[in-house]
């Protein structure tokens, strides 16, 4: 999980640089995040489910493979272009080792206080890998000789440490002779990937939201999702009816619907609120280190530098969630947690250039890490509890899609937001504006940043009303 989140926030810090180096737009500079947090979420119901029936330990080593395989490669990309190719490929390992590894976890502990303890402590890599991979990512890109390309380089390192360590630790693993739901896995992996393409492609094609091409992608993604929920209904009915024998052309479902119903519907409310809290907090980090770099024109390390209490916050948050994830219910966590993320958000949205650091970004990183891992961590566990052994890896599965989707989403939203905001504010001024909004005047740029944060806080807020499915 560390590895996971360092993957993105390593880049997150890196963008900057990588804008100059590169000479990418503002739209490139989003897919860097989109396209690795788009193909991890994509896939990985589909790999959670190729996990559970061929073998855990299986998936996760050839993930790992992946990361490190394309982490090399991305640090040796000469183009914007090449670099977002790898990175959706790099989102190929998350989708094969983070459902295995939530069901190697769900298989080793039984129901007890130390399964939660260690599935806190799994949840814990989230923040804690962000603020590894923003500090260790911010002093590499400044301090050595290949600047960006470096935090590349430490992923693959990372991440072929975890591999040797999953060889030798891991059980065996148990296969088994189930069919896979292929039509089920492509419905939905062309569906998602072309509805959230259109979001970020949406307001800069050539007519705008009025391009042919973006109103097209856009019915054909909703067809392709609305015709996964219905073959995923009609695969479970068949599974269900004992009059009517299997097939390959019915294997089990990819996901079971009435998964999302368990617990009275509290599945489906825990999953919501995991989609719309990561939406707030991965885009509140990404203008956060922009703002920083692009607004306040500060280096990747005087950067970095302010993200430390990520990291120390992160720690002592795992601490604290492990001794009472079990103790208290989980509305709290989840109505505390996405209040938390708002709150870091708002700062941000009404925050004073001219201000010290100590006014608004230093309590914002403070409490977006409790309510990042309230909600990661809590939700994790109730899905380990709720779900039954042979589906957690697909059951975990289904909750990182909805983060690593909510982070797609909610990245590419707020960057629409920012560019329409710049580019309306900067209207009256006789200025080309680039595409990454840096040579509009400064007010513009500033209310961009408020807006986009606005929006991460919002995504946040909305978390609130699916809440009251927790009670």
Known sequence: MVVNTANSSSVSISLATI??????????????????????????????????????????????????????????????????????????????????????????????????????TFSAGAPVGGAFG?????????????????????????????????????????????????????????????????????????????????????????????????????LEQVIDDPSRAPSTWTPPPLMRLSLWTRAKGRIAAILIIAFLNWSGFISWSFWVQLYYQNYLLLTPMQTMLRFIPLFVVGCLCNVFVAMFVGNLPLVIFAVSGTLLTASAAILFALIDPTATYWAFGFPATVIVVFGADFVYSSGTIFIAKITLPHERSVAGALFQTMTQLGIAVGVAVSTLVFNIV?????????????????????????????????????????????EFGLR
């Open 19 to 120: 804008e100059k180096d590169l000479d990418i737009t503002e739209v490139q500079l989003q897919w860097l995040v989109s396209a690795y947090s788009l193909s991890s979420g994509c896939l990985l119901l589909f790999f959670g489910r190729l996990a559970d029936i061929y073998g855990r330990k299986k998936a996760f080593m050839i993930g790992t493979i992946c990361q490190v395989v394309f982490s090399l490669g991305s640090s040796f990309a000469q183009s914007g272009i090449t670099l977002i190719i790898l990175r959706a490929f790099q989102g190929l390992g998350t989708a094969a080792t983070i459902p295995s590894a939530l069901g190697i976890l769900g298989h080793a502990f039984p129901p007890s206080r130390i399964r939660s303890i260690a599935f806190a």
């Open 422 to 466: 710049v580019k309306n504010e900067s209207a009256d001024v006789d200025v080309t504006v680039n595409s990454a909004g840096t040579n509009a005047p400064r007010s513009a740029q500033l209310k961009g940043y408020r807006s986009a944060q606005w929006t991460c806080a919002s995504f946040a807020l909305m978390g609130e009303y699916y």
């Open 134 to 234: 923003m500090i260790i990512g911010g002093v590499l890109i400044q301090i050595s000789s290949t600047h960006w390309r470096s935090p590349f380089y430490l992923v693959a390192v990372m991440s072929a440490l975890t591999g040797i360590s999953g060889m030798i630790s891991f059980d065996a693993d148990v296969t088994s002779k189930e069919a896979v739901d292929w039509i089920g896995a492509s419905l939905v992996t062309i569906g998602l990937v072309l509805i959230v393409f259109v979001l970020g492609q949406g307001e800069v094609a050539s007519q705008g939201w009025k391009t042919p091409y973006i109103i097209i992608l856009l019915i054909v993604g909703i067809v392709m999702v609305l015709l996964f929920l219905l073959w995923e209904r009609y």
